[in-house]
């Protein structure tokens, strides 16, 4: 997830290979708003509900993201430092939204809410990521 060396042109997001296999696709990608979308199905626990972890992974990856697009208009890169989450309810199938929102976007730090919801909109899990911007290293 590391930006070109020198460039502050708006770093593109890339699938990790986790992202791939939890299904993840991109549906927007700004400073303002990262979108993505999982299915539930090939992400569940043994109780047949959409496993929290894949709920945690799927969030920090989504909020580094943000951060590593605005990081990119400062010639920096961004690294994670604090997640957590609250899970408000569950989901058995579909697909979910992540929608990465910024609540900080500073020079040092910045912070992100991600939210997570059902195909009708229900909040799945709400969580919220800070990222440590460093400069990119040559």
């Known amino acids: 997830m590391t930006p070109e060396t020198g460039s502050t042109e708006l770093w593109k997001i890339t699938l990790g290979e986790l992202d791939e296999k939890m299904g993840v696709k991109i549906v927007e990608e700004s400073v303002d708003r990262v979108v993505a979308t999982m299915p539930v199905e090939g992400n569940r626990q043994s109780f047949g509900l959409l496993h929290g972890g894949a709920s945690l992974a799927v969030g920090e990856a989504v909020g580094s993201w943000a951060a590593v697009i605005h990081a990119s208009t400062l010639g920096k890169t961004a690294v994670g430092v604090d997640v957590s989450a609250t899970h408000h309810k569950s989901a058995r199938e579909g697909l979910i939204t992540i ?7 500073g020079g040092t730090l910045t912070t992100h809410e991600v939210l997570i919801t059902n195909e009708t909109g229900q909040r799945i899990c709400t969580l919220r990521i800070t990222n440590l911007l460093l400069d990119r290293k040559a």
């Not at 929608?99 to 976007?105: D, S």
């Open 99 to 105: 929608t990465a929102t910024p609540i900080h976007l």
